[in-house]
């Protein structure tokens, strides 16, 4: 576990958002592939933190990831990897946590993907 200077906290934050983007991407083919394939047993999924290069993998069934994968600010990790300064647990498993992003990772991800916000808008009058 390190600490992160608040002085360095915005760049953190960008890097992190954009680290997990990757990894996600990684991970979407895994299920992609295992449904495709209809795996029922459990399959391991890369750690989606913050940590730069983590390797760490997660096994686990395709149809437990699929509806992490559709929130667009929720991702898998392990335990030990929840960095609380940009993330928030939302679920707590014996190998894994599901985080949500909060604050500016959060705000990243909508910069990085703009196209999808009003998607998710339905139903929800602001313009
Ligand atoms: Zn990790």
């Keep these: ?9 915005m760049d953190f934050a960008s890097r992190a958002a954009r680290n997990e ?7 979407r083919r895994i299920e992609e592939g295992a449904q495709l ?4 047993s459990a399959m391991p999924f890369h750690c989606e933190c913050a940590q730069h ?15 992490i994968l ?16 940009v993330e928030r647990i939302v679920e707590t498993h014996e190998t894994f946590v599901v985080v949500e992003k909060v604050g ?14 009003h998607r998710a808008a339905e139903g929800a009058p602001d313009e």
Excluded: W
Aim: negative net charge; aromatic residues 10%; contains cysteine.
């Design 53 to 67: 290069f983590c390797l760490e993998k997660i096994d686990l069934d395709a149809q437990i990831y699929e509806p």
């Design 104 to 117: 500016e990772a959060r705000d990243q991800i909508d910069r990085d993907h703009p196209q999808t916000r």
């Design 21 to 27: 983007e990757f990894v996600r991407e990684v991970n």
């Design 37 to 40: 394939h209809g795996v029922g």
């Design 70 to 85: 559709s929130e667009r600010y929720r991702f898998l990790v392990v335990p030990d990897h929840v960095v609380a300064s």
């Design 1 to 9: 576990m390190s600490c992160v200077g608040a002085h360095r906290f």
